[in-house]
């Protein structure tokens, strides 16, 4: 079967794989707006490179996740200079401001009273009136330290979504424990799925009946790909794969073998990334998947 061209699986699935190709037109020059509007033939990749800055900044200057699927007539915008000043924050107290802050008030006492001359008797002697008596010495305040510095606590979990009543029935793709969940940061990065460790040659699996959208090799992290339409607006994406046994255009039922499990792109060992998307926006895939004993 013949790859259909990049025109018709634009029209067939409003999508825009960010993959380089060999043999495109001849390089474009840099681009020097703030923003740019996506032409035919541009890959997010050569964007990047033509305004020369890192593709995970521009997915994340735009709001567009990895693997970084774009449009033709999306307007994107160029990252703000990595030499951009940032508010620092202003120090914390020293020992020796806090212990000063802390000194007790001196105590201030009353001067000494003598009798007034009405206190002694024509005789000379002492009156039988006691004296007045001394006032008591008044007692320091406590002077309260400053609050210590308190860490800022961690951002709150986003709440889970309820699952689509309309999406497809999922099965997992794979055997494996779970050991990268949705949202997890990995190398500095939100996962937009789950990885599954696996062993080398398990079967990778469809999840669900529908067709295949691409399948070949995205360069930047996820190395052997596949992406599956299932109607609707909902997607998944297999990386990390080893050997494919599928090709686009091929209708595949659910449960159906779709490659190997390997290890290509970033993982460092057999490692399956599963992804669930609508309408090209992330979900965790653990609330389409049945719980497992």
């Known amino acids: 079967m013949k790859r259909p061209a990049a025109a018709i699986l634009l029209g067939a699935a409003a999508l825009l794989i960010a993959v380089p190709l060999a043999g495109q037109a001849p390089a474009r020059g840099p681009i020097v707006a703030w923003s740019y ?18 593709m995970a900044e521009l997915g994340e200057a735009n709001g567009i996740p990895s693997p970084y699927v774009i449009r033709i007539g999306q307007v994107l915008k160029r990252p703000d200079p990595k030499g951009a000043p940032r508010p620092v924050a202003a120090p914390a107290p020293g020992p020796a401001a806090r212990t000063s802050a802390a000194a007790p008030t001196p105590i201030r006492t009353q001067p000494s009273q003598t009798l007034p001359p009405s206190a002694t008797s024509s005789s ?28 800022p606590p961690p951002p709150p979990r986003p709440p889970l979504v309820p699952r689509d009543s309309d999406a497809p029935a999922m099965q997992w793709p794979t055997e494996g424990a779970v050991v ?43 190395g052997q790909l596949i992406l599956i339409d299932h109607g609707g607006g909902w997607i998944t994406a297999y990386a990390y794969l080893g050997t494919m046994t599928v090709k686009e255009g091929d209708k595949v039922a659910a449960r159906e073998r779709i490659a190997l499990v390997g290890k290509s792109g970033e993982a460092v060992r057999p490692t399956v990334h599963f992804e669930v998307r609508r309408n090209n926006v992330p979900r965790d895939p653990e609330l389409f998947l049945p719980p497992r004993l």
């Open 37 to 54: 509007t996506v032409q035919p033939g541009d890959t997010f990749a050569d964007i990047a490179r033509r305004w020369g800055v890192d």
């Open 124 to 151: 000379g002697a002492p009156s039988s009136a006691a004296p007045p008596a001394t006032p008591p010495a008044e007692t320091p305040k406590a002077v309260p330290r400053p609050a210590p510095t308190l860490r």
């Open 180 to 222: 990268t969940r949705f949202g997890e940061r990995v190398a500095g990065i939100p996962s937009n799925g789950i990885d599954l460790s696996a062993h080398y040659g398990t079967k990778v699996r469809a999840a669900a009946a529908g067709t295949v959208l691409y399948a070949g090799k995205e360069p930047e992290r996820f």
